[in-house]
């Protein structure tokens, strides 16, 4: 009786500790993350008063590259990088990278490289969680479950979404698998977040969805069909990541140089196609849920302009491009099917999300939390199969395996993604190499 009690004080206690911390880390994140969104309105506000501010690019570029050289872990998309430190550094963020993240996205989206606003954010949350864990001398344990805590809070406000916030912070660390004693925090660190953050003025993007049609298998089989097609978008996204990160990793000159080149190269194509795929590209988003037609390729452009942006020396997030890339495919995708187009879209950015970064549970979350319940059973579905047809890779090369989706692949579990993909390219090449040692043997002999 006496050890049932004792266990049932030391939960309560443990339970209030963890809603005091996640209470203060959600206001403290909210607060910041409110600055820096207020922030970059107003820098992009003053460059698009001048009709050409995207030629900006590659001086904005240059400034990023040279700033992060301060704290190397704000290059990139933010988010990766703190996936990185959990696992790795039991959360550690220097101070430092809270700042010059921050500066650096603010310099690119301005000037109108093509990233998200959503990757900051999380840093700003882990790295403003790792130094409170600092100064409480928390333990390791502890420490991780507050940067956590960060990455979930700073979603949240980012997005207005603090349910999808608290699960994407707890799932997006593995790949099957969340850390549940994480959970209640992670929920109370979202909420307080995104209070805070709606409280101080910052305004979110809600778009329930007017037309979603009546349920038919038809429907149903053309929806799971647009999950496998928006998973094959996702390997699309993750390998034009992957294509460019190794192009500019060979090209050996000056890494700020290096940004500025990226910058004209990205002024030329803007010139040959469109400004649409510079900055966040909300209007186009939002176009695409309106029903509006978009240009079938627009997708592809968008993964272009993305992956320039963040393996040359941009800054940002990674998600709002997501949000672009799913949602004009998504209209794509309905167009082609004969169904509404505007309901493929809402359903593409939510899809596009689970496939790209293994997070099937907040993706279908964010679906109603963004567009209203009634397309939740179609969200779900699309997000559970292109999760499932990603296959073993990711836009998070740093995420963990707790299950693999294949039988096939067990042994790789506890791995991470790059590790995985790392092993997968030696098997290719050794591949590869016998088939055309055997050719040139065949040749020889005939």
């Not at 993350?33 to 698009?48: G, H």
């Not at 707890?170 to 929920?187: H, K, N, Q, R």
């Not at 909300?282 to 176009?287: A, K, M, R, S, V």
Request: proline share 3%.
């Amino acid at each position: 009786m006496n050890r049932k009690v004792a266990e049932e004080i030391v939960l309560l206690i443990s339970i209030f500790k963890w809603f005091v911390l996640a209470t203060v880390v959600g206001a403290v994140i909210g607060a910041s993350t409110s600055f820096f969104l207020f922030l970059l309105d107003y820098a992009t506000k003053s460059v698009d008063n001048y009709s050409y501010g995207f030629s900006l690019l590659p001086l904005a570029f240059f400034l990023s590259s040279l700033i992060t050289k301060l704290a190397p872990e704000a290059r990139g998309h933010g988010t990766e990088k703190v996936i990185e430190a959990v696992h790795r550094r039991a959360g550690r963020i220097k101070p430092m990278v809270v700042p010059i993240k921050i500066l650096t996205t603010v310099i690119t989206l301005a000037a109108g490289g093509s990233a998200g606003k959503e990757g900051p954010c999380a840093q700003i949350g882990a790295g403003l969680s790792s130094t409170v864990s600092d100064w409480l001398h928390l333990t390791n344990v502890d420490r991780k479950k507050l940067v956590i805590c960060g990455i979930s809070a700073g979603f949240a406000s980012v997005f207005g979404t603090p349910i999808a916030g608290a699960i994407f912070g707890i799932e997006v660390l593995f790949v099957g698998a969340m850390m549940y004693d994480v959970l209640l925090p992670s929920f109370i660190a979202g909420v307080v977040s995104y209070q805070v953050s709606s409280s101080l003025g910052v305004q979110y993007f809600y778009h329930p969805i007017a037309f979603v049609p009546d349920f038919s298998e038809l429907l149903f089989i053309k929806v799971f069909v647009s999950g496998i097609l928006f998973g094959l978008c996702s390997l699309f996204l993750i390998e034009a990541m992957l294509l460019f990160k190794h192009i500019s990793s060979n090209i050996k000159i000056w890494g700020p140089l290096k940004a500025a080149l990226a910058g004209v190269v990205l002024i030329l194509l803007t010139f040959g196609l469109s400004q649409d795929y510079l900055g966040l590209g909300l209007d186009t988003i939002e176009g695409a849920l309106e029903g509006e037609k978009v240009v079938w390729w627009g997708f592809a452009a968008k993964v272009l302009f993305t992956s320039i942006t963040l393996t040359f020396g941009g800054s940002g997030g990674i998600v709002t491009p997501i949000f672009f890339i799913g949602a004009t495919f998504g209209s794509l995708v309905g167009s082609i099917m004969g169904v509404d187009p505007a309901t493929f879209a809402a359903i593409g950015m939510v899809a596009l999300l689970s496939g790209a970064a293994n997070t099937p549970i907040a993706a279908s979350i964010l679906a109603v939390e963004l567009f209203g319940s009634s397309i939740a059973p179609y969200a779900a579905t699309a997000c559970v199969a292109s999760f499932l047809m990603t296959g073993h890779r990711s836009v998070y090369p740093s995420q963990v395996f707790a299950i693999m989706k294949s039988g096939s692949f067990r042994k790789h579990i506890g791995k991470e993604v790059e590790e995985m993909e790392a092993e997968f390219k030696m098997r290719r090449g050794s591949l590869i190499s016998t088939v055309l040692s055997y050719i040139k043997k065949r040749v020889k002999w005939l």
